[in-house]
């Protein structure tokens, strides 16, 4: 991130998950300790949790294409319990959402070279907001845990958008609260799909990290 050049621009628009930390050790760890919740509070095996949570992410994302609730645990842990009881059990579905959160928040930390890249554009007097897809509370607890409210002004998420990226209005929404014009920002993202191609699309400059 360090190589991008801070000249001439008034805000910079974030990605949160897998630019400014690594996404796959904190889901790892989030999913394993469900795996054992799942084997000590409901006796189910490994390979059953495994196929049926697999089953509920896979019908969610179908259902719920395109909006933030999505990629939403409890509702995978909800579709996941009718799955393997037959019927929904909402206590399965809270305990995994609990689960899998605050061990993927307890493994969160920023990627090298992120936290000085942030200092130095703050110092600079840039602005910046997070644009991601999600749903809000859980992006406003990875802010929490990543304090980001020490260098970032923003957030914007899919579930307050209304749709994802790469859809306009999420950088619409984002320049709206920072005051800027598309030529005055840059994007900053891991994906090519929803970062880049979302940004640049609205003629917003973006750079793949
Ligand atoms: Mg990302």
């Known amino acids: 991130m360090n190589h991008i050049?801070?000249?001439n621009i008034k805000a910079i628009l974030l990605d949160l998950d897998d630019t400014l930390y690594a996404y796959k050790p904190c889901h790892q760890a989030g999913y394993e300790a469900c795996k054992v919740l799942a084997s000590e509070k409901y006796n189910i095996s490994k390979s059953d949790f495994e196929a049926a949570w697999k089953a509920g992410?896979?019908?969610?994302?179908?259902?719920?294409?395109?909006?933030?609730?999505?990629?939403?645990?409890?509702?995978?842990?909800?579709?996941?319990s009718e799955v393997l009881f037959g019927k929904s059990n909402p206590q399965f579905a809270l305990d995994m959402e609990e689960t899998y959160w605050s061990v993927f928040l307890e493994t969160m930390e920023f990627k090298p070279g992120v936290e000085a890249f942030l200092q130095e554009a703050k110092d600079k007097g840039i602005k910046m907001c997070i644009v991601t897809d999600l749903t809000a509370q859980i992006q406003m607890k990875k802010w929490l845990k990543l304090d980001l409210g020490r260098y970032i002004d923003f957030l914007v998420s899919s579930e307050e958008a209304g749709i994802e990226k790469p859809g306009n209005y999420m950088f619409e929404l984002t320049m709206?609260?920072?005051?800027?014009k598309p030529e005055e920002c840059i994007m900053i993202g891991d994906s090519e799909e929803k970062d880049i191609k979302g940004a640049e699309a609205i003629g917003i400059k973006a750079y793949k990290v």
């Open 5 to 7: 050049p801070l000249s």
């Open 57 to 80: 992410r896979e019908k969610i994302h179908h259902d719920l294409n395109g909006q933030g609730a999505s990629h939403s645990r409890l509702l995978y842990g909800q579709k996941a």
């Open 176 to 180: 709206e609260k920072l005051g800027v």
